[in-house]
């Protein structure tokens, strides 16, 4: 098991930019897999991004490709989202998940969840 911190959420407008931080704890990082979901008010989750256990593997959505970036910091235990050119339509709650059956877009293939960090990008 591992526990999940997310941050770096907020409210910004259309075209900004936010880093989402995700903290885990223990000493197993090193051998989870680390994936970004989101879910929209109303909408079911959907995945945003993955990033294999030794980071070598990235995975990015489709509606998101070129604008976010999944990374991930081995000796600090994170993984982040950089958003870049944010868009009302990426407004959600974003989730870190970690699991140990690689990069994978599939929500049920992750074991552990975070709290979530709300993004709010106006118009």
């Known amino acids: 098991q591992v526990q999940l911190v997310e941050s770096g959420g907020g409210l910004v407008q259309a075209g900004g930019s936010l880093r989402l931080s995700c903290v885990a704890s223990g000493r197993t990082f090193s051998t989870y897999a680390m994936g970004w979901f989101r879910q929209a008010p109303g909408q079911e989750r959907e995945f945003v991004a993955a990033v294999s256990a030794n980071g070598s593997f990235k995975n990015h959505a489709n509606s998101v490709k070129g604008r976010f970036t999944i990374s991930r910091d081995i000796g600090k235990n994170t993984v982040y989202l950089q958003m870049n050119s944010l868009k009302p339509e990426d407004t959600a709650v974003y989730y870190c998940?970690?699991?140990?059956?690689?990069?994978?877009?599939?929500?049920?293939?992750?074991?552990?969840w975070g709290q979530g960090t709300r993004v709010t990008v106006s118009s």
């Open positions: 998940a970690a699991g140990r059956r690689g990069a994978s877009g599939y929500d049920y293939l992750y074991d552990n």
